[in-house]
C-alpha cells in the first residue's frame, strides 16, 4: 500500500518513518516533505500543498490512506475535502478543527462542559485593559485564531499585557488571529503533552511526553514551537493519566458528539500540572505535538499503519499500542537566530546513520545536488532511546556532537525534570528531606 502524509517538519518525518517500517507499505509519499524524508529511500517527497490538487494526486497514485501532520491544512477544511470525495484522511475537519484554531471556541466548548482550565473572558476591543486592571499580573494573553506560536503571551507585569493586548487588537501584528483576544487566569506548575487518537467515539491514548518551550536552558529566553521532548513523562503517573482521560479527553470527545462536531484525528491536550497534581487544560491542539512525536514514534512498535486505518474505519476500541519500555528523548538543533528569523542555506554535515539507541529526524532541511542545507528555524531533532531517561540524554548528545553547521543551537538540558524528579524522589526516600 502506499500512505502521503502532509506536512514538512520533523513529525512528519518521523510519522512518515515509522509508517514505513510496516510491511505492507510500499511506499510513503511526504508533500511537501524535507532533506530528510527526501534522502530515505522509502519515503518520497511531492511538490504539492494545495489541498485539491492532492486530492487528484492520491486518486491517481491510489494511496490507501492520508495522514495530516500540522494544524493549517485542517483549519483550511482538508479533512471536509478529502472525505467529500470519498478518499480516507485522519484528522479533524474544519468544524472540529477549531478547537485548535480558534482560542474562544475552545474555551467556551470548556467552559460548557466543565473541563478543568483557566478562568477566562474574550475580548474584541479596549474593555480588555478595564479587565487586564482588574485581574491584575501574571496574567496571560491569547489571540484567538492561529498564530503560529507567537500568539500567547504570559504578562508578568501589567505594563506587559497592556503592551500585548495593543499588539494584536490595535495595531493588527497578528492579523486576523489577533482581532480577539482571550485573557486567562495565569497558572503556576509543570506542563506536559498528552496527546490521544480519536476515531469520533473511541479514544485511543498514546505514551505521555513533556517538551520544552524556551530557547534557553532552564527554560529561560523567548517561547518557540518546542526545542526538545520526551517520552514517557514521569509526572503523568497512572493515576494522573487516568484523571486526565476522565476530566478532560473523554468529556471533550463526548462533548463534541453530543454538540454535532464529532471529532477524529489527533486530540492533543496541553496540561498545566499544579503542585498538589490537579491537571488543568492551557490549549487543545488538534494534531500531534512537534517535537513531541519524534520520541513518541522512536518508542512505539508494530505496525502503525494498521492503527491509523482503524482510527479511519472508527474501531479503535480493538486496537491496543505496544510501547519500548525505555525513554526516548529528542533535542531540536535550530538555525542562527531562530526563532525570530532563522538563517537559511548553512550545509549541514556529520548525521550518523540510524542506530537502535539513536535516530535523527529532519525538520527545516533542504536537499539539492547532493548538498544538505538549513531551510527553516527547527532544523533536526536527535533522539536517543535508553534504559533511564539520563542515558537517553547522553545517547541524543552523544549523536549531536558529530552534526555540525554554522550558527547551529540547541539547550543542552533536555529531559531535566525528569532526572530532578527522580533524584527528589531518591533524596526523599532516604529521609534527606
Ligand atoms: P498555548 O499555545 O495556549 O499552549 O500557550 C503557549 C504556552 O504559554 C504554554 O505552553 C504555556 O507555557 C504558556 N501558557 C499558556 N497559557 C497559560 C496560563 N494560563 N498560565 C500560564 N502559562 C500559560
Ligand atoms: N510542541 C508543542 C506543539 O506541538 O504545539
Redesign the pocket.
Known sequence: MKILVVGSGG?EHALAWKLAQSPRVQLVYVAPGNGGTAQDERLRNVDITEPAALADFVEKEQIAFTLVGPEAPLAAGIVNLFRSRGLKIFGPTKEAAQLESSKDFAKAFMKRHAIPTAEYETFAAAAAHAYIDSKGAPIVIKADGLAT?KGVVVAQTLEEAHTAVDMMLSDNKLGDAGARVVIEEFLAGEEA?FIVMVDGKNVLPLASSQ?H?RLLDADQGPNT??MG?YSPAPIVTPQLHARVMREIILPTVRGMEKEGNRFTGFL?A?LMIDAQGNPKTLEF?C??????TQPIMARLKGDYSKVVEQAIAGTLDTVELEWDRRTALGVVIAAHNYPDTPRKGDLISGIPAETADSVTFHAGTTLADGKLTTSGGRVLCVVGLADSVRSAQSAAYETINHISFDGMQYRHDIGYRAINRKHDAKTKAKGKH
Open positions: 513529525r506560536g503533552s517538551d518551550k514551537g518546542g521532548a492533543y496541553g491542539n494534531r500531534m505535538g512537534d517535537p513531541e
